[in-house]
């Protein structure tokens, strides 16, 4: 089972910036991908952005431009850099793992908050 913990949300002004981190720990395996979902009330919970080990990313075009995804594969850490955030960007941002033999891992939830 791969435990993974988040850090770095709070509050921002709309324009500004926030850094979300998540740590991973456990059985992990490379081959992995690792990424940032969120979830703002009464909405499904949806992709953000993804990275494989290989440092391949892809993300929703909501963000494209914004938000740059990264990954330090010898820490087990990934980072979500957020630029220009939006009101439309407050949600609770979960980090998530996945690996085909080991199946997914979620992150407690980290809040964002963008005052307009």
């Known amino acids: 089972q791969v435990r993974l913990v988040e850090s770095g949300g709070g509050l921002v002004q709309a324009g500004g910036s926030l850094t979300l981190s998540c740590t991973a720990s456990g059985r992990i395996f490379s081959g992995n991908v690792m990424g940032w979902y969120r979830q703002a009330p009464g909405n499904e919970r949806e992709v953000v952005a993804s990275?494989?080990?290989?440092?391949?990313?892809n993300s929703a075009d909501s963000v494209k431009g914004r938000f740059t995804i990264s990954r330090d594969n010898a820490k087990n850490m990934v980072f979500l850099q957020m630029n220009n955030l939006k009101s439309e960007d407050t949600a609770v941002y979960y980090c998530?793992?996945?690996?085909?033999?080991?199946?997914?891992?979620w992150g407690q939830g980290t809040q964002v908050t963008v005052s307009s």
């Open positions: 998530n793992y996945r690996h085909y033999a080991t199946g997914a891992s």
């Open positions: 990275i494989t080990s290989g440092g391949k990313s």
